[in-house]
């Protein structure tokens, strides 16, 4: 079945830091890849989306590339901030799953200042 | 847009009362409605998949008569956690597909239900 593989945590960096979260999947066809960010005691957000090979999502300085030779979404930033920490999801939707999110199972990233 | 709510944000109850937790989606239309299960630390279990109008789908190992789901309206779904004991404390999340979004795969999360039962 499909499933979601992502770097364990936790991920510790200092302020401005460059970051990178890898994830892979397994998949049949074509998925869609999300990563979604969970804050302390919230919900999740999406934090950015490829719906095909060598789509780049991109959001608050975040990017990822779906690189299908590969089956690998990982998620980089730049610089990152004391802001950005929090649990981060990697997920696909396969086409035969009903629209069942598949989720990796988290990778938690504190950022010192 | 595509906000979804979710109501109570946290509850704490005695064990083996029932609890009622709402998921709606504020400003579109959703048929279908997702509840997830998070325990501290780890990720999104998901319970089961609610369609406006039907019974709910619910994934395998996960007790119907217990965790009873609704989906009365296209911008409500209701999870009841019925005889509540402290091994069901946790976190719970809904989401919500946009009916009305040409983009069929992507779902909208609430800020989380945080169930405690005493």
Known sequence: GNSVTQMEGPVTLSEEAFLTINCTYTATGYPSLFWYVQYPGEGLQLLLKATKADDKGSNKGFEATYRKETTSFHLEKGSVQVSDSAVYFCALIGYVQGGKLIFGQGTELSVKP | ?118
């Open chain 2, 1 to 118: 847009g595509a906000v979804v709510s979710q109501h109570p944000s946290w509850v704490i109850c005695k064990s083996g009362t029932s609890v009622k937790i709402e998921c709606r989606s504020l400003d579109f239309q959703a048929t279908t409605m997702f509840w997830y299960r998070q325990f501290p630390k780890q990720s999104l279990m998901l319970m089961a998949t609610s369609n406006e109008g039907s019974k709910a789908t619910y994934e395998q190992g996960v007790e119907k008569d217990k965790f009873l789901i609704n989906h009365a309206s296209l911008t409500l779904s209701t999870l009841t956690v019925t005889s509540a004991h402290p091994e069901d404390s946790s976190f719970y999340i809904c989401s919500a597909r946009d009916a009305g979004r040409s983009s069929y795969n992507e779902q909208f999360f609430g800020p989380g239900t945080r169930l405690t039962v005493l």
